[in-house]
């Protein structure tokens, strides 16, 4: 559906580039999601997906038509639910829905009926003659989401969707964003949340200092990435045992313990014998595949939050 | 698309409360309470000033001069027993004083005696109230003193020509209605809120770029054209309601509360118009780039009103233009916000026609262009 190639970027006043050669697709039916720390280009990608910023070199194509072309024509096919709130909060929730109903196609009935099935949708029914600015974080979220859903969009770009929200909105958020992709969206959800991504997104696309780390599907990126051991032994012994893991894969101290990465699950069973025959005590011990958090900062050698 | 902004930025501004305050109430305010308070400037009371006589002459030229006085000035208080407490005070606004041997000197040129008649005013008496009391004594005693003269001539002439009317006169050339407090501060003041749209418009163009809704709204398509035009047309409207009831305080509410009426006789409609649609383009233009500048909501709430008070204080709104000094009034050329008044004086005042306003039009279409494009080009990078 979205096909961006080799997308840079970069801001007039800056001295290194937003973006430099971005490429990655998004399909219809699916939810990608889009991981990177703060100034990895994620803010610059949505904006040129808004078409808030115009682009400096690079294709970015909706069914294979220019997102320019795509944008001029029907611009409601895209849609956001920015970070911020944005909407109008001296307005009602149901003047918001209208006042955004009313810059695209819609009007008369059609335009009404989209606005009832977006407050049903939203599950803010009961709020619609509320002032937006006296609704909860989370209200404000699922009203956020209301209007990006006005419009039918075929593209929705959710940027921290979830900042500042309770835990039920956040569920309730999570489900409902399931449930657009279930039934035909394409849709991109850039979160600094690991495990919120983890639980929805099909595939995932990593950037770092506006490039591209690494993508594709999720489980197999999790399995490509090894195995990881935790390891913390008794005494003051971390410096003996990082050197004599070594030869197993690669060792970082982690707190008390070290962390290693497995090349192959069978080298664990020789890694056990290696400490025991070192006389070493172990006193936490943790194994499987790293997650998305520990994959990323094994790519990029610092954390997603920095 | 255009519809659906200007009915949104309409739904906002209607709840935007402070902002409507600021819009309408506040010029309202300042409408009654300036024109009050200035009254006397325009048409000094000299009639109503409560005064005294104390004659220590009792003779007949003292006599005359208090009546002659009476005439003009209107009749005297009693005389309170501490009467200099009472000037001093304000209670009295002056006192006549007729020494004993005033009438002698006035009827014997030969007298050596140095009685006068002397005007004796509380501490506080405008300046030019004083200088016109003080005149007015001198011509009478100017008066009778010639009087007194051709008296004792052998010819015998006519002297009561020399009470009445004499052969001189002084009017204001106009052929519009007489300049009032009501006249002059009307359109001040219609100036002053017309430009307060500044912190209005941009108040509300920051929280929507600051919310994100701006993003919302260009991702949706809008254009910055149809953004900036989105906002340009509903308060336009809403200067023509500001200008509608500011008028309608001065021809109606002013007179019911013991103001003097704002005239529209003769008013050429066209002209005042032309002059609105002139100031209201060039305020919401300012507002604009005002709004395209600022970053934040308080920047925004502080830099309106301040260029708002200065152009107003510069531009001869606030203090009006003839009673500065030399120096002032050229500065205040250059308030957008005195182009404005001076077309509209010239309208409410003068009975300008559309083409006496032109100058006025053209340095606030100016100002408006100059403005739109500093906006416009601001708008671009900021979104």
Known sequence: MLAIRNLSFRYLTANVAALTEVSFE???????????????????????LSGLLPMQSGDITIDQQPLAAVRARQPTRIAVAPQEYAFYPSL???????????????????????IAECLVFSQLERYASVHADRLSGGLKRRLNLAIALLHRPELLLFDEPTVGVDPQSRAFLLQAIKQLAQDGCAVIYTSHYMEEVEAIADRVVILDQGRVLIQGVLTELLNASGTLLQLAVE???????????????????????????????????????????????ASHVRFGHADLEQLFMSLTHHSLRD | MLLALMKKELLA?????????????????????????????????????AYAVVNQDQGKTADKLIERWAVEAGAAQSLPEQWQDEVRSGRLKYVLLVEAGFSKVMDDLASKGEAKARLITEPGLDNSVFATNRMRLL????????????????????????????????????????????QQNVPAWLVFGMFFVVASIAGLFVEERACGALSRLRSLGAKPWQLIVSKIVPYLGVNGVQAALMLAVGVWLMPEIGGEGLSLQGVHWGALLLMLLAISLAAVSLALAVACLVSTHAQASTLGPILNVLMAALGGVMVPLFVMPAVMQKIATYSPMNWGLEGLLNVLLRNGDVASVLPQVGRLAGFSTLMLLTAFMLFRRRI
């Open chain 2, 139 to 182: 011509a009478i005693a100017a008066q009778l003193r010639v009087e007194g003269l051709l008296a004792k001539l052998p010819r015998k002439f006519n002297t009561s020509a020399l009470s009445g009317d004499a052969p001189v006169t002084a009017e204001r050339m106009s052929v519009g209605p007489r300049p009032t407090a009501v």
């Open chain 1, 92 to 114: 009602s929730v149901a003047e918001n829905l209208a006042c955004f109903a009313g810059l695209g196609s819609l009007s008369g009935s059609d335009k009404k009926s989209r």
């Open chain 1, 26 to 48: 998004a399909r219809r039916g699916e939810v990608l999601g889009l991981l990177g720390p703060n100034g990895a280009g994620k803010t610059t990608l949505i904006a040129h």
């Open chain 2, 13 to 49: 501004l209607s709840r935007d409360i402070h902002g409507m305050g600021a819009l309408f109430i506040m010029p309202m305010v300042f409408i009654i309470v300036m024109s009050m308070a200035l009254k006397d400037v325009y048409t000094p009371a000299t009639k109503s000033l």
């Open chain 1, 235 to 281: 005494g003051d012994e971390s410096e003996r045992l990082q050197t004599l893991l070594s030869p197993f894969g690669e060792v970082t101290r982690q707190g008390a313990g070290v962390q290693l990465t497995l090349a192959s699950r069978r080298s664990f069973a020789a890694v056990i014998a290696a400490v025991n025959a070192a006389n070493l005590v």
